[in-house]
Protein backbone atom coordinates (compact mmCIF):
# COMPACT_ATOMS: atom_id res chain seq x y z
CA UNK A 1 0.00 0.00 0.00
CA UNK A 2 1.35 3.42 -1.02
CA UNK A 3 1.75 5.91 2.07
CA UNK A 4 -1.24 6.55 4.00
CA UNK A 5 -3.99 9.37 3.40
CA UNK A 6 -3.63 11.96 6.31
CA UNK A 7 -6.99 13.37 7.50
CA UNK A 8 -9.23 15.46 6.35
CA UNK A 9 -9.09 18.70 8.45
CA UNK A 10 -11.60 21.67 8.01
CA UNK A 11 -10.22 24.00 10.48
CA UNK A 12 -7.37 24.77 8.08
CA UNK A 13 -9.51 25.40 5.04
CA UNK A 14 -9.09 22.03 2.88
CA UNK A 15 -11.28 21.91 0.49
CA UNK A 16 -13.34 18.39 0.66
CA UNK A 17 -13.88 18.27 -2.88
CA UNK A 18 -10.36 18.38 -3.42
CA UNK A 19 -9.83 15.95 -0.71
CA UNK A 20 -12.33 13.32 -2.02
CA UNK A 21 -10.34 13.31 -5.44
CA UNK A 22 -7.51 12.58 -3.37
CA UNK A 23 -8.89 10.37 -1.63
CA UNK A 24 -9.70 8.19 -4.82
CA UNK A 25 -6.42 8.70 -6.42
CA UNK A 26 -5.03 6.76 -3.56
CA UNK A 27 -7.76 4.23 -3.75
CA UNK A 28 -6.77 3.89 -7.29
CA UNK A 29 -3.02 3.74 -6.78
CA UNK A 30 -3.57 1.03 -3.84
CA UNK A 31 -6.44 -1.16 -6.40
CA UNK A 32 -8.51 -0.18 -3.64
CA UNK A 33 -12.25 -1.09 -5.18
CA UNK A 34 -14.09 -2.71 -2.92
CA UNK A 35 -17.06 -0.33 -1.28
CA UNK A 36 -16.16 -1.54 2.63
CA UNK A 37 -12.59 -0.94 2.00
CA UNK A 38 -13.27 2.52 1.01
CA UNK A 39 -15.51 2.77 3.84
CA UNK A 40 -13.15 1.58 6.11
CA UNK A 41 -9.78 3.93 5.14
CA UNK A 42 -12.41 6.71 4.98
CA UNK A 43 -13.96 6.47 8.59
CA UNK A 44 -10.60 5.88 9.53
CA UNK A 45 -9.10 9.10 7.98
CA UNK A 46 -11.75 11.14 9.29
CA UNK A 47 -10.08 10.82 13.01
CA UNK A 48 -12.17 10.73 16.08
CA UNK A 49 -14.12 13.35 15.79
Known amino acids: M ?8 PENGAS ?3 YV ?9 NDITSAEKKRAILMNVCGPT
Request: glycine share 0%; net charge negative; hydrophobic share 50%.
Open 2 to 9: LNQMEAFQ
Open 16 to 18: WDI
Open 21 to 29: ERLNFYFEA
